[in-house]
């Protein structure tokens, strides 16, 4: 897997006539390593070091034409017990040509991209087309093998395409219907979907968003949501919003066995309603809070609250952020109730770039002798 990609990445040198060799490039390293420990199957314990590194680079202005070329990636290595079967991992995320009409009506990638167009969100190995007229109607296509990594031994789709039909009004309104398909035997057939889009601001502090996804091959609505936001000052922002989803027909299939029968019930209805504010006290010092109620068809896992409250101020030119912030979840099980912290900061001296982000929950009951779990990341 990544086969292809890695092989476009490695030739584009010799692919781009020599003027395309003049081009802005910048590349970005990220190396982290983890510690922590786990209790195995039969009562033991395990030590983890994984140390991983994120690679990515972009190379634009092609021989000064608006084209591009990107590529992301990382690797890990365990330096003490292994995480899997090898002790080392890694994955080509992405290796894509990219061109942008100068006007900004058009848009074309080619190679191993990310993909997010009305019902689509995708990761595939293929081609991106979109274009749009000067009175705003507009259309994209896609189409590829799509990527999809796998624990288990659920079959991966043989291919996928689909587009979009649009009409955007820079600033004001952007409505579509797009559509979806993946050749592949899941829940006995392919997945087909169909999709509509909105987006709002009819010049007023009011913004508002939906989208609602229909599973053709299930004959069900898979998802459907809706945020209004409001903002009546530079410093206030208050949003509100409703979803609501069922796993079978949000889902094609299960890449994770976390996600399996009888782990969780793929017939549970899931709705979502929940309240955000953040409020600009001074420059940089932002204080946020949100309310968020979620509520399964299924006794089990039942019903939850969750309420949260932080404070986050920006630093260095805005290049760093510090915060902290603490979150109160109550439900209908005891087991599914407990307390957030926490805390995080960055710091960015020239090149360098550090961070550390501490996260501890605190469990309202026992869960197979622990009451607590913390983690820390730097």
């Given at each position: 897997?990544?086969?292809?990609?890695?092989?476009?990445?490695?030739?584009?040198?010799?692919l781009?006539?020599?003027?395309c060799?003049?081009?802005?490039i910048?590349?970005?390293?990220?190396?982290?390593?983890l510690?922590?420990e786990?209790?195995v199957?039969?009562?033991?314990?395990k030590e983890?070091?994984?140390?991983?590194?994120?690679?990515s680079?972009d190379v634009s202005?092609?021989?000064?034409?608006?084209?591009?070329?990107h590529?992301y990636?990382w690797?890990?290595v365990?330096l003490?017990d292994?995480?899997?079967?090898d002790g080392?991992g890694?994955?080509?995320?992405?290796?894509y040509l990219?061109y942008?009409h100068p006007t900004?009506?058009g848009e074309?990638?080619l190679g191993?991209f990310?993909?997010t167009?009305?019902?689509?969100?995708e990761?595939?190995d293929?081609i991106?087309?979109?274009?749009r007229?000067p009175?705003?109607?507009?259309?994209?296509?896609?189409?590829g093998?799509p990527?999809?990594?796998?624990?288990?031994?659920t079959?991966?789709g043989?291919?996928?395409y689909?587009?979009r039909l649009?009409?955007?009004?820079?600033?004001?309104?952007?409505?579509?219907?797009?559509?979806?398909m993946e050749?592949?035997?899941?829940?006995?057939?392919?997945?087909?979907?169909?999709?509509?889009?909105?987006w709002?601001k009819?010049?007023?502090p009011?913004?508002l968003?939906?989208?609602?996804?229909?599973?053709v091959?299930?004959?069900?609505?898979?998802?459907?949501?809706?945020v209004?936001?409001?903002i009546?000052?530079?410093?206030?922002?208050?949003?509100?919003?409703?979803e609501?989803?069922?796993?079978?027909?949000?889902?094609q299939?299960?890449l994770?066995?976390a996600?399996?029968?009888?782990a969780?019930?793929?017939?549970d209805?899931?709705?979502?309603l929940?309240?955000?504010?953040d409020f600009l006290i001074?420059?940089g010092?932002?204080?946020?809070?949100g309310?968020?109620?979620?509520q399964?068809d299924?006794?089990?896992?039942?019903d939850?609250t969750r309420?949260?409250?932080?404070l986050?101020?920006?630093?260095?030119?805005r290049k760093?952020?510090?915060g902290?912030?603490?979150?109160f979840?109550?439900?209908d099980?005891d087991?599914?109730?407990?307390q957030?912290?926490?805390?995080?900061a960055t710091y960015?001296p020239?090149?360098?770039r550090?961070s550390?982000d501490?996260?501890?929950h605190?469990y309202?009951?026992v869960?197979?002798?622990?009451?607590?779990?913390?983690?820390?990341v730097g």
């Open positions: 897997m990544g086969l292809c990609c890695a092989t476009l990445l490695l030739l584009l040198p010799a781009l006539p020599a003027p060799l003049a081009a802005d910048t590349l970005s390293s990220r190396t982290y390593l510690y922590y786990r209790e199957t039969g009562g033991s314990d983890f070091a994984p140390l991983y590194e994120y690679l680079g202005n092609l021989g000064g034409n608006p084209l591009s070329f590529f990636g690797g890990r365990d003490a292994d995480t899997d079967d080392t890694g994955d080509l995320a992405s290796a990219q942008l900004g009506n074309m990638r191993r990310f993909l167009e009305g019902v689509a969100a990761i595939l293929g991106f087309l979109k274009g007229t009175v705003g109607f507009g259309l994209s296509v896609f189409g093998v990527v999809e990594d796998s624990i288990t031994s079959d991966e043989d291919s996928i689909g587009g649009f009409f955007a009004r820079a600033g004001y309104a952007e409505i579509g219907v797009s559509y979806l050749d592949g035997d899941f829940q006995g057939d392919d997945r087909e979907m169909v999709g509509g889009d909105i709002l009819p010049g007023i009011v913004e968003l939906g989208r609602a996804d229909y599973n091959s299930t004959s069900s609505l898979a998802r459907q949501r809706y209004l936001r409001l009546p000052s530079s410093r206030l922002g208050l949003a509100a919003g409703y609501e989803y069922t796993y079978k027909d949000l889902f299939n299960a994770n066995s996600f399996l029968s009888p969780i019930d793929i017939t209805e899931v709705q979502v929940f309240v955000d504010l001074t420059e010092l932002t204080v946020e809070a309310v968020k109620s979620i399964h299924r006794s089990d896992p039942g939850a309420a949260e409250l932080g986050r101020y920006a630093y260095n030119d760093d952020v510090a902290l912030s603490a979150a979840v109550s439900a099980r087991e599914n109730e407990y957030e912290f926490r805390v995080f960015s020239g090149l360098w550090f550390l501490a996260l501890t605190q309202e009951k869960i197979s002798g622990i009451d607590d779990a913390y983690q820390v």
